[in-house]
């Protein structure tokens, strides 16, 4: 198989335990492709979790779990030294590594630990590196942060920091599945606890991965759409050009990492649509995860109960494609 054929069987391998949420599903995949992080919120139940394991079960990975709650410590992520004592009496410090240094990292209810935990996180999600006690531990080449947080239940949580929800490459929103999806995840609920799963297929392994992120690199991308990319950061930053809605609806635009995911998305949007080039339309539908979570939004657009989303959608609809 080529590494596509790869690719494209680990989606549908996630996509059969994940009923009905094939766009989510596929937001992960380009998230694996694009070497980024993701943040997926959804409401509880609607199988986050699952989404995250039934990846790291078609993929050959070491999958790690942190659940954060109030008293997770900084070391519990990322590790720690330990004073070992040898039969002389004498001893040293060894390093134990933390379940970051996994290769796909679920951080379940993310925003329920404090800041200090939270940005433990940070330089592992950027630089793919800790550092503790003065000394820098690489992470694996194949490393993800896979976070998750709910909506609602806001009481003793811990609002995550714009730093470090602009290092997420994709911010996806999971919702309800429809009625007859629902069905079927009953029916495949029901055959799990029946013990009808059969033997576990082959993993995929991650050298696929890596010829697939070698292919995406040589997707093409025109002046033309390039242009495009920036013309939708640049409408964040100065939407007073594009009349005066946006412009009391946005506070603060995307970041130059905005740009760079809509650049890095669409290209694994693009080859995983089997094309070696990249569209004004790959562009247009990766642009809601890529900027959803790096829009701030006044108090006039929550007031006109307008979201992030429909401030795209309108970005999208003024921002001119260049021919």
Known sequence: MT???????????????????????ERLIIALLANGNVLIEGLPGLAKTRAVRSLSQALESDFSRIQFTPDLLPSDVTGGEIYR???AGAGSFEFRKGPIFGNLVLADEINRAPAKVQ???LEAMEERQVTVSGKTYALPDLFMVLATQNPIEQEGTYPLPEAQMDRFLLHVRISYPS????AKVMRLVRGEEAGGAGDAAPKIPQSEIFAARKEIHAVRTVEAVESYIVALIAATRRP???????????AIGSSPRGTLALDRASRAFAWLKG??????EDVQAVAHDCLRHRLSLTYEAGADGKSADDVVDEIIRQVAVAV
């Not at 009625?179 to 629902?182: G, N, P, Q, T």
């Not at 007073?240 to 946005?250: H, M, Y």
Request: proline letters at 2%; hydrophobic letters at 40%.
């Open 3 to 25: 590494a596509r054929d790869c690719v494209l069987e680990i989606q549908r391998r996630v996509e059969q335990g994940v009923v009905g949420q094939e766009r989510v599903v």
């Open 119 to 121: 940005s433990a996180l």
């Open 240 to 250: 007073d050009k594009f009349g005066d809605a946006l412009k009391q609806w946005i």
């Open 275 to 280: 094309r070696d080039y990249v569209t004004p």
């Open 179 to 182: 009625d007859a999806d629902e």
């Open 85 to 87: 004592a040898d039969a």
